[in-house]
């Protein structure tokens, strides 16, 4: 597809703003190794600036009572919310300008104003649950931008796509059932949070509409990319979204401090290959990717531009060759977990 209606990028120097005690590793220095890579592609980026998410954005995902519970801790900053998770005086305006601006970016795409689109803000939100903060993350930005395509463009079917290292609790709770919303996630387990095994399928009439890819410590690009190729695109082009959102968090890179996975620039610009051929074939090329965790700064810098250059290139770049699939495998174990659990749904999930 062509990159006739270009290609947006959100960033703002107030998301350093945010900032939790020395050595926490969600610090404002992520955006510097991001800022360098969007800095090198500036010129062929449109800029799209930030705004605030409004109570009823927020209010259409999270409880008043989260909101409230947010307001008042950041009149007492700097707090502690969990173990994990902190807030400075100026933390919860600079999640409302995440918020915001994930739901204005995901909403020039859905209209056809541009092509594509990347949100490099902090704090990172696909943990937050709708009456609790957790895990880095006060809002949840990818929700809150889906309810407010669904409310106000109209747009019936979503994929929402988690390549974050983490499981994203926070965006599968919100969606689960609920079958206008496939959520996705490959994600490193047993780790933190806990939740995302294979039959965590969705409940209700959302059931088999959450699709989670758990993989073992120590995969890389061959076990990521199989997931996507086996797993996610069949699944993705039988539901036919029309509008692809990816929480992209590039902790699973292989310098991250915080996980053990061995995912390469190589594979990021893979991935989101796959989107993006993906969003070409079933929904217009409509492709949002929202930033999330990683915390190796080499880590950032190198998956940043691997997202930058793919959506920037004037044509979807060849897809990367299909993975082999060997019985006993990692991939197959993935795979075939995945399908049993699918199976009433997509016969033929895993074949090549």
Do not use: K
Request: hydrophobic share 40%; charged share 20%.
């Amino acid at each position: 597809m062509l990159a006739t209606r270009g290609v947006a990028v959100v960033e703002d120097p107030r998301y350093r703003q945010h900032r939790g005690p020395a050595g926490h590793p969600e610090r404002p220095e992520r955006l510097e190794a991001v800022g360098e890579a969007v800095a090198a592609r500036s010129g062929e980026l449109r800029p799209l600036a930030p705004r605030a998410a409004s109570d009823e954005e927020i209010l259409r995902v999270h409880g008043r009572a989260l909101l409230a519970e947010l307001q008042a801790a950041s009149a007492r900053a700097p707090t502690q919310l969990d173990a994990d998770t902190f807030m400075s005086p100026e933390s919860l305006s600079v999640a409302r300008l995440a918020a915001g601006a994930v739901v204005d970016l995901a909403r020039s795409v859905a209209r056809g104003e541009t092509r594509a689109g990347f949100a490099a803000v902090r704090p990172p939100g696909h943990h937050a649950e709708r009456d609790r903060s957790m895990g880095f993350c006060l809002l949840n930005n990818v929700a809150i931008a889906v309810r407010a395509l669904q409310q106000e463009e109209q747009v019936e079917r979503v994929l929402v796509f988690d390549w974050d290292v983490h499981h994203g609790n926070g965006t599968q709770h919100s969606f689960e059932d609920d079958a206008s919303v496939l959520y996705a996630s490959t994600h490193q387990f047993p780790y933190y949070p806990g939740t995302g095994d294979f039959d965590e399928a969705g409940v209700g009439t959302g059931e088999g509409f959450t699709l989670n890819l758990p993989l073992p410590a120590g995969c890389g690009d061959d076990e990521y990319v199989g997931a996507v190729q086996r797993v996610l695109v069949p699944v993705a082009r039988a539901y036919r979204p029309e509008i692809i959102l990816v929480s992209c968090g590039f902790d699973a890179h292989y310098d991250d401090p915080l996980a053990s996975m061995q995912v390469t620039g190589s594979g990021f610009a893979a991935l989101t290959t796959l989107l993006r051929a993906l969003a070409d074939d079933v929904c217009g090329g409509r492709l949002v990717i929202a930033l999330e965790g990683g915390y190796s700064l080499r880590g950032l810098r190198e998956g940043t531009t691997a997202v930058l250059d793919t959506l920037l290139a004037p044509e979807t770049p060849p897809l990367p060759a299909d993975v082999p699939c060997e019985r006993g495998s990692v991939l197959g174990h993935v795979v075939a977990c995945a399908a049993e659990v699918h199976a009433a749904r997509h016969r033929d999930l895993g074949a090549s």
